[in-house]
DNA sequence: CGTTCTATTTGAAAGCTTTCAAAGGAGTCG
DNA sequence: CGACTCCTTTGAAAGCTTTCAAATAGAACG
């Protein structure tokens, strides 16, 4: 491939005149102007991004590191990331933790040789983020944190609301009238996981209901945990009439524990996810839930990222993004309420709450 | 961060020797190779990779083109590449193209100016990757496709043996009697959609059932594609009893048009999907899908690229990755022979069927 | 036309590695 | 001890860009 040297000899200018051309990085005089141009398209020629992050100590590459791609909650933010760094000119450079602390540092510490424009970070178990987030930052490199925050973080973040996601869901709960409600939560030591146990918490407080502490069950945000909480939930006694969950995959392994126990739900027991995925659309019954955007989420953080480089100084920002409840068929009154209710009634295929 | 220079300073020894410690190119006696070693360990140092790269003429990151990474059958595959790349030392940078060749274009070119060590490409509409492709391969690069190939694509592939599956998916709903069987094929200027549809035609034409025209719909590889197409076949007279889909997608959309209908599923229509995605588990009913491992496709595309770097040279490879029927509960017998048949017998959770 | 000033243009340096030819050192043999 | 060989080590060049100081060109003015 042509380089800047060829380009600049077919235009019969020198080296840095191709350079302030490609830049703006100088007024160039009209005949010379066209010539490089036209040298440029006639050879195709595109300057290596290589040199150019060497030589201006940075490139055009954010760095996004998140625990799976294949976890069905991250593809939206990558994709969102993705978006508003490509239109901005950038690229995304993905890699995967799996939640693991040790892979992250090796990701952390090698990406730092790329001289990324940014980071955005999904942070693992017992992240190290903090620490190493400050070495970038000295070096002029932003990095935000996304979804949930590593112990001490105190930079850039863009979060859900996830206390008010839960609480609302948890008041819609209560609003159905039951009393009975259990919720199995994601590891708490994630932030997300603690924030959604403090709403759903801080409801059942309003309510004046006392949650025993058999009904709260934590577990890993995935299907089999959800299924094996949900177990050990049917089996108490009395047995909670609804289960506020985690997350949605948590969600769907209750659902699933809740059929294997022969029972109904929502008749029986009424399940609320978290996240909104595409899948609890079409889960059987399909699932309420409370949704947040990854896709925002994601977008929001590059947008933060794009902003700082741009020359935003100043204290770190902590964007946190609103929910909304969106209301499908896995919930309904409890049991006991509903027999004389009207639960028979035309359902609408869902229903949207802002929280 | 450290430089080379401050190693070679703190440990005494020329750049030269540096070097050859880090990449063992040359023989280091005793006691300067632990010193550099110890000087490293010391600074935390770690090589840039852009200067490294410049250097070389290749750096360690293989990019990856894909449609969509929200799409669901994509993150297994690009989580197959990650880590295979991962744990041989390569990065991955991750490009969405929607589909659109425009876009593909400008990644592919972009993409060039890093000096990747190959390319894993998911192509897209009308993709111009074979032209673009042969410059890479001048330039020493390893271009290899996945999932579905552009047109006169020579170089180096891997796919699921779509038709093999099609054939074997079709021929399950003809031993189950059904005899009008329907198809929604997904967009057949993708050769995996007109490999299924091949497949799907090869097992009717051996059943010597005759296959209306109407009965082979065509839409996009999605929800409101299938909903769309199956109400379509839905008004065909006489109905048909089966919907072999395209993907799971329409599938998905299939399932959802079927109700609507005030149709049941298997009962009245079967539906038999394509990629066996995780959300086939959770549908309702749970969907009869042929299974392909994205995360396959994902990881043999990378190490064929690994190979290539590593020497193998050679002529293009295909490779054709098996599919396994994956048999749940959205197919069953038609509804005349299902009358007199054991349709209520218990049914597994699910049955896997070699193809 | 000569000066002076401003606007363009240039060439070299720098950014950090790898690699190659050359220099240096150590050991062997006579 | 000298010559020779072989193994280590070194320093400089190269890879491609940006940027800065310096040089040149052009314009305005007298």
Tied chains: 1, 2.
Excluded at 197 to 206: I, N, P, S, T
């Amino acid at each position: 491939m042509a380089n800047m040297h060829e380009i600049a000899k077919m235009a019969g200018v020198s080296l840095g005149t191709v350079s302030h051309v490609l830049n703006n990085t100088a007024k160039v005089r009209e005949p010379k102007r066209t010539r490089v141009l036209e040298a440029v398209k006639a050879s195709g020629y595109q300057p290596s991004q290589l040199a150019r992050g060497l030589r201006r100590d940075t490139t055009n590459m954010i760095g996004m590191i998140i625990p799976d791609i294949t976890n069905p909650f991250f593809p939206a933010v990558v994709r969102g990331a993705e978006d508003m760094a490509f239109s901005n000119g950038y690229r995304l450079l993905l890699c995967n933790t799996d939640n693991d602390h040790a892979k992250e540092i090796i990701h952390l510490n090698e990406l730092r040789t790329y001289l990324p424009a940014g980071l955005i970070v999904i942070p693992s178990n017992f992240s190290d983020l903090t620490a190493q987030a400050e070495s970038y930052r000295r070096a002029g490199t932003g990095v935000v944190c996304v979804d949930r925050l590593p112990k001490n973080w105190s930079g850039d973040s863009v979060t859900a609301d996830n206390e008010a996601g839960a609480y609302n869901a948890t008041r819609h709960l209560l609003q159905l009238g039951h009393t009975r409600l259990a919720t199995i939560t994601g590891p708490l030591h994630f932030t997300n996981a603690k924030e959604r146990l403090v709403g759903f918490k801080r409801a059942m407080k309003e309510a004046k209901l006392h949650l025993s502490s058999d009904y709260t069950q934590e577990t890993r945000y995935d299907k089999q945990g959800g299924h094996a909480k949900t177990l050990v939930l049917l089996g108490l006694v009395p047995r909670p009439t609804a289960i506020f969950a985690g997350n949605d995959m948590i969600a769907l392994g209750a659902l699933l524990a809740v059929h294997e126990a022969g029972l109904r739900c929502p008749n029986d027991v009424s399940i609320m996810g978290f996240d909104d995925l595409d899948l609890a659309e079409t889960t059987n019954p399909p699932l309420s839930s409370v949704s947040q955007s990854g896709y925002q989420l994601g977008a929001t953080a590059a947008r933060l990222l794009l902003d700082r480089r741009e020359g935003d100084i100043g204290p770190a920002k902590h964007i946190v993004l609103e929910t909304v409840l969106n209301l499908r068929h896995s919930v309904a009154p409890p049991p006991e309420a509903a027999m004389g209710s009207s639960s028979m009634k035309r359902r609408p295929r869902s229903v949207q709450k802002r929280t």
